[in-house]
């Protein structure tokens, strides 16, 4: 199953109580406002569910705790708060007591990445990993737009871009339906070419709208899988003009590109997630026994 096809129940999606403006009636587009009320929302939820989760298991005094405690454990290891809020929400609880979350945990090697211009000590970082593995597609594609998406709570969140504009990214900040080729390259965890946006049907009227207005005429979308294939990630490039087929030695290039950063993310979380849980569990569980 796609990581977009599910994620967990909640009071009901941000999305629910928004709907985008119609300032063409053949291009739906959201306003700005918009777009900024349905991004917090969405960036918000992760976070709120998660301090629910901590407050109900460790008996803290208040929702702010809650936040604080995330924030330094995000910090302290690196990695994004709205990850750590969506590894706290999706990964089974402790059992009742227990001194560490993951008693038995074993520790994998960290996979190579080949190819990808990565400072050798920044092999922990996933905001390295991830801006090299953009300028390692844009490279092989021969463009210099393009974005990078991460599967998060159910959905593809925006992580990096470059060479599209605010709206660009406004827009598609968070995607979790099957309405654009980024989503449908997820869902068939497949490389995906969009020749021209114009004609494309895989895109509603609103994502055809938000792609057209920022340059971009045509894109193509990888997946990054772990090794039994399930998409962590997505790279997309974007071109200003209709795509014509990709040669088979970059669709190669691009298909490993895509398991090594895959297998990479799925070690980052395997790890260093994994440790900033068991950390947050530590901090919280000495709160919870004085």
């Known amino acids: ?54 407050l109900k298991r460790y008996g803290l005094g208040s929702a702010d705790e809650a936040f604080a405690l995330l924030k330094g454990v995000s910090q302290r290891f690196n990695i994004k708060l709205s990850t750590l809020a969506d590894a706290v929400v999706r990964t089974p609880a402790p059992d009742d007591d227990a001194q560490l979350w993951f008693p038995r945990r074993a520790r994998p090697g960290r996979p190579g990445l080949p190819g990808l211009p990565v400072e050798p000590d920044s092999g922990v970082s996933q905001g390295a990993v991830v801006k090299a593995v953009l300028q390692r597609v844009l490279s092989i594609t021969q463009t210099s737009m393009g974005n990078v998406q991460l599967a998060e ?15 660009f990214t406004d827009f598609f900040a968070f995607v979790d339906a099957p309405t654009t ?44 899988v772990n090794r039994v294939g399930v998409p962590l990630g997505m790279v997309s490039s974007h071109h200003e003009r209709p795509l014509t087929d990709l040669t088979h030695a970059q669709l190669a290039a691009l298909r490993q590109t895509g398991l090594d950063v895959g297998r990479w993310l799925a070690w980052h979380w395997n790890t260093i997630v994994l440790d900033a849980l068991e950390q947050l569990h530590a901090t919280a569980g000495r709160g919870a026994r004085r």
């Open 153 to 167: 709570s159910g959905r593809l969140r925006l992580a990096r871009h470059t060479g599209l504009n605010k709206y």
């Open 181 to 224: 080729a980024c989503s449908q390259a997820a869902a068939e965890r497949r490389q995906v070419t969009v020749r021209d946006v114009a004609t494309a049907e895989v895109f509603d009227a609103a994502s055809r709208h938000a792609i057209l207005q920022t340059g971009s005429r045509a894109a193509h979308s990888l997946p990054l």
């Open 1 to 54: 199953m796609s990581p977009l096809s599910q994620h967990p129940a909640d009071e009901g999606s941000p999305a629910d109580a928004l709907a985008p403006g119609t300032g063409h009636d053949s291009a739906p587009q959201w306003q700005q406002d918009e777009l900024d009320l349905r991004n917090r929302l969405y960036g918000r939820a992760g976070v709120a569910r998660a301090e629910g989760v901590l």
